[in-house]
């Protein structure tokens, strides 16, 4: 691949993100796959002779879909928000096209100095204390050191250019837009606890902080592993459960940048729905 089909196919691929993201709602939030299932769809060997690109984003859709857990879906409810945006996707294109391996300050100046700047705008954005930050009287930075010598500030070996994302984001956000994403995220958070509250079937199981939201039905912990197999099994949205002082219990995390209130809405209609099911089936 030269220059000018990387230029086309680039194209291309833009096309094919932005169709993936503005289509992931229909897709499958969790993959229908056994452990394996890739070996069989792929040649046991790498090709002899370079492949045709068309092919190879063609075995994207048949190798590589099928088993992706869609994390930027709306009905994706489990672990925490994986932090994706249109503007980091285009920081990743050109921190992989620098290549740059920040493992000391001489290897790529830019790489360890935007890192340390970057820290001071989310520490101050946070309003920690100067001693966290780089660039005051302070002795904190962007990794943990007592003085600040670029000399011999180490990054850890292998850590690429990934404060390039941050300063895409926090510029083409600003901090009113970053604000704005995360009180988003924590209404939505609280109206989903207001949807447990007001159903006599359920309980909050901790304080609700940020987005996330952890709940259960009343009863048993086996009552509520058997929810939680039913919510994954059908496989319209995706949680995942915890431990808290001895109780199995269903963590509800807002993660997608573009959930909604109907998402959310859906998602706590389709819990009831299998949670009625699951009690009308236990004897009485």
């Given amino acids: 691949m030269d220059a000018s089909e990387f230029r086309r196919r680039g194209k ?13 709602e229909g897709r499958q939030v969790y993959p229908d796959v056994e452990p394996g299932y890739l070996r069989s769809l792929v040649p046991d060997h790498a090709p002899d002779q370079p492949d045709q690109y068309d092919d190879v984003l ?5 190798v590589i879909m099928p088993g992706v857990t869609h994390w930027q879906s709306p009905y ?52 920690l204390p100067e001693d966290f930050l780089a660039g005051t009287s302070g002795q904190g930075g962007g990794v943990i050191r007592l003085v600040t010598d670029y000399r011999h500030w180490q990054i850890p070996l292998g850590r690429r250019f990934r404060s390039l994302k941050l300063w895409f984001v926090f510029r083409m956000y600003g901090v009113s837009g970053l604000q704005a994403h995360i009180r988003k995220q924590v209404g939505l958070a609280k109206e989903f606890e207001s949807l ?31 929810l939680l197999k039913k919510i994954n099994h059908v496989k319209k949205i995706h949680l995942v459960p915890c431990q808290l002082s001895g109780r199995f219990v269903l963590r509800f995390a807002l993660c997608a940048r573009t959930t909604e209130s109907r998402h959310v809405q859906e998602a706590w209609a389709h819990i009831c729905q299998l949670a009625d099911e699951l009690l009308q089936e236990m004897p009485h």
């Fill in 12 to 24: 291309e691929m833009v096309d094919y993100v932005a169709d993936y993201l503005e289509g992931i």
């Fill in 58 to 62: 063609r075995d994207v859709e048949r």
């Fill in 76 to 127: 994706f409810y489990a672990y925490f928000p994986a932090a994706s945006s249109y503007p980091a996707m285009l920081a990743d294109m050109l921190c992989a096209a620098i290549g740059c391996i920040g493992f000391s300050w001489a290897a790529s100046p830019a790489c360890t100095e935007l890192e340390t700047v970057m820290l001071d705008w989310l520490g101050k954005m946070l309003q």
């Fill in 196 to 226: 447990v509250r007001s159903n006599q079937n359920f309980e909050i199981s901790a304080k609700v902080v940020l987005g996330l939201v952890c709940f259960r039905l009343k009863g048993s912990n086996e009552l509520n592993e058997d």
